[in-house]
């Protein structure tokens, strides 16, 4: 699809000529059945979360693509999808679709009552689809699009987990050796009688801390956890966790980098199907997964629909990388958006797999030499007396 900079006043009357027919039929649907459709979809979202894995929607995916472009109408694909054997929550949603679609309501509307299974995003491209008579192919970039979505988040997720199950180890290892061990060194020593250096004081000190406050400590930790969760709940809160996170050494750049190829993939596979370029943006923006991503390409947005092109405001919120910025520039002068931007994303998510393997090799001997230090500083303190016991006894 070509989009270009003097094309937006076209891309206002498209969108307006579009969403004509949306809201005629909306006008249209009685409002009662409407209300009562939302409704149960809330509450659905509520009560029964969705436990499908995000493989086994890529498969169904691929698999109604195949049947659709064989020629199989889109009611018996269903049909057919929901009695194979796999999750039970999307065999079940799958049935529910098609009986909607039997009912009168399109594919997309029958998808949206399921929020929990199928996002706003994936909603809105398989609206575009049926709109433009390319469900097939839509459907199978979606499926694209969500296993590079999946792809990025295990990276990330592995950045993460891979540290703190290092610190949580040195930190379980520690606390057994404070609580356990060293107090039979200390009654070893009170039974000598002999006198104890610096080192040996201060670990016994420690020890009698964390045995007499554990229970204190453990409260604080859990209490802290739930305040920075509750504070992540918070608008305010969660746009001062999300522009910190991204402030992280190594970290932060990583997710800035994920954030950019989520960013760039969501757009280039909306625009590539159709969708407008503001409804891109505005569930692009819901979708980034950061609030300060987010608030970026709002604004873009708000500066697109006053007649700018994306490029501009793209720089002006000194949130994307210059690279990024000229790269879409060219996109936008060329026609070519929906290419430049699967080429950013593919640039970036091979970033962010560099990224992760480097921050693995580097933290990987840090911790080891963090974890061996903290043990084998324990050992040294307590076994510091033996010679004065040694000698003591000699004597």
């Known amino acids: 699809m070509r989009i270009r900079t003097s094309d937006v006043p076209v891309r206002r009357a498209a969108e307006t000529r579009t969403e004509r027919p949306r809201a005629v039929a909306a006008r249209s649907a009685p409002a009662a059945t409407q209300t009562l459709a939302r409704r149960v979809a809330a509450l659905e979202a509520r009560c029964f979360p969705a436990t499908v894995k995000p493989r086994a929607i890529v498969v ?39 009986s909607g679609i039997e009912s009168g309501e399109t ?30 192919t839509i459907l199978n970039r979606l499926a694209t699009f969500i296993e590079k979505g999946e792809k990025i988040r295990r990276q990330v997720r592995g950045a993460l987990v891979y540290p703190a199950a290092i610190v949580s180890v040195a930190v379980m290892v520690t606390a057994v050796i404070l609580v356990f061990v060293i107090p039979t060194f200390e009654k070893l020593f009170e039974g000598v009688g002999a006198k104890l250096p610096a080192p040996t004081l201060v670990v016994i000190a420690v020890s009698h801390f964390v045995q007499e406050y554990v229970v204190l400590i453990v409260i604080a930790l859990a ?12 608008e305010p809160g969660r ?64 500066s697109i629909s ?27 002068a060329t026609g070519s958006m929906d290419t430049m931007l699967a080429k950013i994303a593919d640039f970036y998510e091979d970033e962010v797999d560099v990224s992760v393997k480097a921050l693995t090799s580097l933290l990987e001997p840090m911790l080891m030499i963090g974890l061996g230090a903290t043990v084998g500083g324990l050992i040294i303190a307590m076994y510091l007396p033996i010679f004065t016991v040694f000698q003591h006894v000699a004597n």
């Open 60 to 98: 169904f995916v691929r698999q109604l693509s195949t049947m659709i472009d064989a020629g199989l109408p889109l009611v018996q694909s269903l049909e057919i999808l929901s009695r194979q054997r796999g999750e039970p929550v999307l065999r079940a949603v799958l049935a529910d679709v098609k």
């Open 107 to 136: 594919f997309a509307e029958s998808l949206a009552k399921h929020p929990r299974v199928f996002d706003e995003l994936f909603v809105s491209l398989v609206e575009a689809g049926e709109l433009g008579g390319i469900l097939d």
């Open 223 to 234: 209490a802290a956890a739930f305040a920075v969760r509750a504070l992540h709940r918070t």
């Open 239 to 302: 746009r001062v966790i999300d522009k910190l996170l991204l402030e992280v050494p190594v970290l932060g750049l990583i997710l800035a980098k994920a954030g950019v190829a989520r960013f760039t993939r969501t757009l280039g596979t909306m625009i590539g199907s159709g969708v407008p370029i503001l409804e891109s943006l505005a569930i692009t923006a819901r979708t980034a997964g950061n609030r300060t991503l987010e608030n970026a390409i709002l604004a873009t947005r708000a």
């Open 306 to 332: 006053e007649g700018r092109s994306i490029a501009e405001p793209l720089a002006e919120t000194e949130v994307f990388p210059e690279m990024v910025v000229q790269m879409i520039a060219v996109g936008e």
